[in-house]
C-alpha cells in the first residue's frame, strides 16, 4: 500500500483496490474505510509536507521537487522573481507547442481558489478542432495549455507574460481570435503584442457583469 501511496490514486481507490485482495487474516485486522482513507492522507504529508501560505506572492517559495512532472519534466517555465510585479508561468514543451498551433486561444482568470486576494491565476486555453470524418462536422473544445500565476494587474506585466510565453514556446504563436473577460489591461497588452489578433470578450463573464440585481 505504501507505494501506491506514492502515486496519485484517489485515497478512496487505493483502499477499494487493497481491500479485495487482502486475506481473511488481514482483512479482519484492517481498520474502517475512513481510517484506511486518512492514514493514507497522513502519510502522503509525511512524504510531502504541506508548502506555508506567503504572505505575499514575492515570499513564495517553490520546492525544486514540485517544479517538477511525475516523469521529470519540466512544469514551472519561468519565474521572473520580481518583488512587485512577479508572475510564474507553468506548463510543458508539448503545451506550450500545442498552443503556437492553436488559431483560436481563450483565457480566464480566477481569484477563489487563490490564498491570497492580491494573486489571481489565468488559465490560457487553446481552441482545438477536429473534424468527424463519418458527419464531416467539425467539433470544437477547450484544452488547458498554460497557466499564469501573478500579483499584478497592470498591462506592462500582461505583455510581458506574453512575449515570454512566445520566447518559451520557441514556435511561431500568432493566433487569430482571443476570448477573455474584460480586463481591459489584458485586452490591451493582448492585442499590442499579437498585433493581428481579434480580441473578443467572455458572454459569460458579460452575462455576469450585466445581470440585474
Known amino acids: 500500500m505504501r507505494k501506491r501511496c506514492k502515486k496519485t490514486e484517489a485515497s478512496a481507490v487505493i483502499v477499494e483496490k487493497i481491500r479485495p485482495g487482502a486475506s481473511t487474516s488481514v482483512a479482519v485486522e484492517l481498520p474502517g474505510v475512513y481510517t484506511l482513507k486518512k492514514n493514507i492522507q497522513r502519510y ?25 512532472m511525475l516523469k521529470g519534466e519540466k512544469f514551472l517555465q519561468f519565474d521572473n522573481e520580481s518583488r512587485r510585479s512577479r508572475f510564474l508561468i507553468v506548463s510543458t514543451m508539448e503545451n506550450l507547442q500545442r498552443l503556437g498551433s492553436c488559431r483560436i486561444w481563450l483565457s480566464d482568470r480566477t481569484f477563489s481558489s487563490m490564498p491570497k486576494k492580491s494573486s ?19 467539433n470544437f473544445r477547450s484544452v488547458p495549455l498554460v497557466y499564469v500565476l501573478t500579483s499584478s494587474k497592470r498591462k506592462t506585466t500582461y505583455k510581458r507574460i506574453m512575449t515570454t510565453l512566445i520566447d518559451l ?35 459569460f463573464h458579460f452575462t455576469v457583469f450585466y445581470s440585474p440585481l
Open 120 to 138: 489571481q491565476l489565468y488559465n490560457i486555453h487553446g481552441g482545438i478542432t477536429q473534424e468527424d470524418v463519418d458527419t464531416e462536422q467539425v
Open 44 to 68: 502522503r504529508l509525511e512524504l510531502m509536507p504541506q508548502l506555508l501560505t506567503p504572505a505575499t506572492m514575492s515570499k513564495l517559495q517553490i520546492p525544486e521537487e514540485v517544479q517538477l
Open 169 to 203: 514556446a520557441d514556435v511561431y504563436l500568432e493566433q487569430e481570435v482571443f476570448v477573455s473577460d474584460f480586463e481591459m489591461a489584458f485586452i490591451q497588452a493582448v492585442e499590442t503584442v499579437f498585433s493581428k489578433v481579434t480580441s473578443h470578450g467572455c458572454y
